[in-house]
C-alpha cells in the first residue's frame, strides 16, 4: 500500500477538523474506524480497502446532482458532467472485462441483481408479448393483456446456487425479492467433495427449465466453470447470469481465464464493486449487447437516481484495476488464500471442498466442537474479523451456522505475504483450540456462549499487531 503523501494527509486531517465542527461524535467515529481497521486482522471475505483516491472521489458535488435516466437522455437539465462521469466509468468497465455493454449505475450488488432479472424479463417475456400483441408498449396493452402478461412474470423460473452450498440470498431465496418474484429450485454441491456437480444440475434444470440459469456464489471456495454452465443453459433454454460480486477482482486481474471467465460465457454478469475489485461500495451489470436497452431501463424501473458521485469513484477504481500492479494483487489473492488453506490443513483444520482456488476458503468448526457463532465471536475477542457461515448441509442451521469464511483480498491490499497468511492460520487454530462451548447453541438466537482459555485472546492481539504494523494501513495517514 502506497505511502500517503503530506499533502493528503493534511487534506484529510483539515476534512475531519470540519466534519468535528458541525459534528463531533462523526468525526471522532471516523477517526475511531481507522484505527479499528488497523488494529484488526480483517478477514472478511467481502470485504477490502479501497485507495485515498477512490474514497476522496465519493466526497464531492457530484453527490448533489439529480441524473434519472441514461447518458446523453436524461429526466433533469444540466447532466453534461454526470454524461462525462459515467461514460468514463462505462468505457473502463468494458475495457476491463472485456464486455460488449457496461451500465453502471447501480448502488449495490443487490440492486445490480434486480436490474438484471427485470431486464431478462423484459428482454425475454415482455418484448415478444408485446409483439404478438402488436403493441409498441406496455400503455399500449388492454387490461386484460396488462393482466395476463404480469401473470406470466410471476410464472417464471430460476436456478441458482443453493445458500447453504454458498449461494447467495439473491439468488431466488424467500427472504429475498427474488423469492418472491420467481418461482426457484436450487442446485447444491456433492455431498462427498463438495464441488458442485455439474451432471446432477444438468439434470435438474432439464427437469425444471428455468428461465435464468444463476451462476456464482459467496461462500464457494472453488472455481466455477462458466463454459459447462453455457452449455447447460443452452440446453435447456436459459439466460446465464453471472453474479460474479466475490470474485470480480480475479476476472479483472486475469486469474479466471478460458472456460473461468464468466463474460465469455454469460449473456448477463452482474457484480459488486467494493469486494475483491477493490472499489467504492457499489454495483455494476456487464452484458452482450442483446440485453443492453433492457438494462438501460435500470433507472428508474427498479433504481433511484444514480449515485453519480459512486459512479466517479468506480471510475477511478476500475482504472486502478487496468494496472499491472493491480494484475499482481490479484495473483497474491489467490496464492494468499492457497497459504490459508495449507496453513490450516497442516494444523488439522477441516476446509469445506479440502482447499480452496479463489479468494476464500471455509473453515469447518465442528471439529473444534464449536459452531460458527461462537467461533466468530471467540476470534472477534481475540482482534480477529471474520464472518460465521452455513457449510453443505449445515447441522447447526442457518443462524449458528458450523463454518467460518475467511478471505485474503483485504489483507492482501495491506501486503500480506503467504509466509504471513501461515501465521494467520496459526493464530486462528489457536484461537478455536482455546475456545470451549458452554452450551449447545440450538433454540432462539442469543449471544453465542463460549469460553476462551485466558491469555489467549492478548498473544493473538499481541501477535497480530506485529503482522499489522508489518502492513500498515494507509501508511502516512494522521488524523
Ligand atoms: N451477490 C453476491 C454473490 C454477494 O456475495 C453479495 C454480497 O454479499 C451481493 C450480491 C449483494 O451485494 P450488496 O451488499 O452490495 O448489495
Known amino acids: 500500500m502506497s505511502q500517503v503523501n503530506a499533502e493528503l494527509n493534511s487534506a484529510y486531517k483539515t476534512i475531519l477538523n470540519v466534519i468535528g465542527g458541525i459534528e463531533p461524535r462523526i468525526a471522532e467515529a471516523t477517526r475511531q474506524e481507522l484505527a479499528d481497521q488497523r488494529a484488526s486482522l480483517k478477514l472478511i471475505a467481502s470485504e477490502n480497502y479501497a485507495s485515498l483516491p477512490v474514497l476522496a472521489t465519493m466526497g464531492t458535488w457530484f453527490s448533489d446532482k439529480y441524473a434519472e435516466g441514461t447518458v446523453g437522455h436524461r429526466f433533469y437539465a444540466g447532466c453534461q458532467n454526470v454524461d462525462t462521469v459515467e461514460s468514463v466509468a462505462a468505457e473502463h468497465a468494458r475495457n476491463l472485462f472485456g464486455a460488449e455493454y457496461a451500465y ?70 424467500r427472504h429475498n425479492i427474488s423469492g418472491k418474484m420467481f418461482h426457484q429450485r436450487s442446485y447444491g454441491t456433492d455431498p462427498e467433495t463438495g464441488l458442485i456437480d455439474y451432471d446432477k444440475l444438468r439434470r435438474d434444470a432439464k427437469e425444471f427449465k428455468p428461465l435464468i440459469l444463476i451462476a456464482g456464489y459467496s461462500a464457494y471456495p472453488r472455481r466455477v466453470n462458466f463454459a459447462t454452465m453455457r452449455e447447460i443453459a443452452d440446453e435447456v433454454g436459459a439466460v446465464l447470469m453471472v453474479d460474479m460480486a466475490h470474485f470480480a477482482g480475479l476476472v479483472a486481474g486475469k486469474i479466471f481465464q478460458g472456460d473461468e471467465n464468466p463474460i465469455a460465457h454469460a449473456d448477463v454478469v452482474t457484480t459488486t464493486t467494493h469486494k475483491s475489485l477493490r472499489g467504492p461500495r457499489g454495483g455494476m451489470v456487464l452484458s452482450t449487447k442483446e440485453f443492453a436497452a433492457d438494462i438501460d431501463r435500470g433507472c428508474p424501473m427498479v433504481l433511484g437516481g444514480p449515485l453519480s458521485h459512486m459512479m ?20 497474491n489473492v489467490a496464492d494468499n488464500a492457497q497459504s490459508l488453506a495449507e496453513g490450516f490443513l497442516k494444523r488439522g483444520g477441516k476446509l469445506v471442498t479440502g482447499g480452496t482456488d479463489n479468494h476464500l476458503v471455509l473453515l469447518d468448526v465442528t471439529t473444534f466442537g464449536l459452531t460458527g457463532r461462537q467461533a466468530e465471536s471467540a476470534l472477534l475477542d481475540a482482534g480477529v474479523v471474520t464472518n460465521r457461515n452455513s457449510i453443505p448441509q449445515d447441522p447447526n442451521g442457518a443462524w449458528y451456522t458450523s463454518g467460518v469464511r475467511l478471505g485474503t483480498p483485504a489483507l492482501t491490499t495491506r501486503g500480506f505475504t503467504g509466509e504471513d497468511f501461515d501465521r494467520v492460520a496459526e493464530l486462528i487454530v489457536d484461537v478455536l483450540e482455546n475456545t470451549t462451548p458452554v452450551t449447545a447453541s440450538t433454540g432462539k438466537p442469543g449471544k453465542a456462549k463460549y469460553t476462551l482459555a485466558d491469555g489467549v485472546a492478548d498473544r493473538t492481539k499481541q501477535a497480530a499487531n506485529e503482522l499489522l504494523n508489518n502492513h500498515p494501513l494507509y501508511p502516512g495517514l494522521e488524523l
Not at 500492479?325 to 490479484?330: G, I, K, R, S, V
Open 104 to 173: 453502471v449505475q447501480p448502488h449495490s450488488g443487490i440492486d445490480a441483481n434486480l436490474v438484471a432479472y427485470w431486464a431478462i424479463l423484459a428482454n425475454r417475456i415482455e418484448s415478444p408479448a408485446l409483439e404478438q400483441l402488436g403493441a409498441k408498449t406496455v400503455n399500449d396493452l388492454t387490461e386484460q393483456d396488462w393482466e395476463t402478461l404480469r401473470k406470466t412474470f410471476g410464472e417464471q423460473r430460476v436456478m441458482g446456487m443453493a445458500l447453504d452450498a454458498g449461494g447467495h440470498l439473491t439468488h431466488g431465496f
Open 312 to 331: 466517479a469513484a468506480k471510475a477511478v477504481a476500475l482504472a486502478e484495476a487496468q494496472t499491472a500492479d493491480f494484475q499482481t494483487y490479484a495473483q
